[in-house]
């Protein structure tokens, strides 16, 4: 299935998805993650992007982020991904390409899904067994919102800052999220629907979003377009008519 036109709209939160090129690792140590961070953060500001979760695996990122401004997503990733692939050639010695081509996104329709891509991305390294709990990995948002570590990276979305009046109040609340399983299906929908580029929401929200976009979100229905001249055969009568 093709994919769709890109969006980028201003308030609306997108899941987004950059891997390595073949999958091969974009991270050697942690000043790496730690360059990429920083980088993340500088770029975010600039193109003024909110940054409300994250994971950086070995060779691959994701995020959950809202633009402010139009193509404030698309112009953050581009600055992003020149500055480390600059910084890792240099560092290493090496040349060419490091990541597997544009990075993937899809739209999110925040009232229904938005803190469960929060979760989504969080728990990756423990599906990925890269980290027996999502806690014991260091590279992602999940201690900042479920402790009382502070980020200078993450400005949350209005939805988790609503879990509670505070700090320790949204914790807990966030926390008690994770007492659930994923449905696999809802992995697998989340993981298609980015790869796609399709919008991850209920119809009243992708009609929202073609309206704004005034483009279509949904993919075309599959099979041949009836010709303008067909009918359909009324059930008992003949395909073909006697004169």
């Known amino acids: 299935m093709a994919r769709l036109p890109r969006l980028n709209l201003p308030d609306i939160p ?3 998805v950059q891997t390595g090129h073949n999958n091969l690792p974009c991270f050697f140590d942690d000043e790496d993650y730690e360059f990429y961070l920083q980088s993340l953060k500088t770029a975010a500001e600039q193109y003024r992007v909110d940054i409300h979760a994250y994971v950086l695996l070995p060779n691959m990122v994701q995020f959950i982020a809202t633009p402010r401004i139009e193509q404030g997503i698309s112009s953050m990733m581009q600055s992003l991904g020149r500055r480390y692939v600059q910084y890792v050639n ?3 010695r090496r040349s060419g390409t490091l990541w597997g081509g544009r990075y993937k996104s899809s739209l999110i329709d925040s009232e229904a899904y938005l803190l469960t891509c929060y979760r989504y991305v969080e728990l990756k390294p423990m599906y990925l067994g890269l980290a027996n709990e999502p806690g014991e990995y260091p590279w992602s948002s999940f201690n900042f919102h479920t402790t009382l570590e502070t980020s200078e990276l ?3 979305h ?3 800052t609503e879990l509670g009046k505070n700090t ?3 914790v807990q609340a966030y926390r008690k999220l994770f007492r659930y399983a994923f449905d696999s299906r809802l992995l697998t ?3 298609e629907t980015v790869k796609l580029g399709q919008v991850l929401g ?3 929200f992708k009609d929202r979003i ?3 976009a005034n483009q279509r979100v949904r993919p075309l229905k599959r099979g041949r377009p009836r010709k303008q001249d067909e009918q359909p055969t009324k059930t008992g009568e003949n395909k073909t008519s006697t004169v």
């Open 154 to 156: 993450i400005k949350d």
């Open 90 to 92: 240099h560092r290493y």
């Open 202 to 204: 209920g119809d009243s």
């Open 189 to 191: 929908y989340i993981a």
């Open 210 to 212: 073609e309206r704004i």
């Open 14 to 16: 997108q899941h987004i």
């Open 168 to 170: 320790r109040e949204r």
């Open 158 to 160: 209005r939805l988790y």
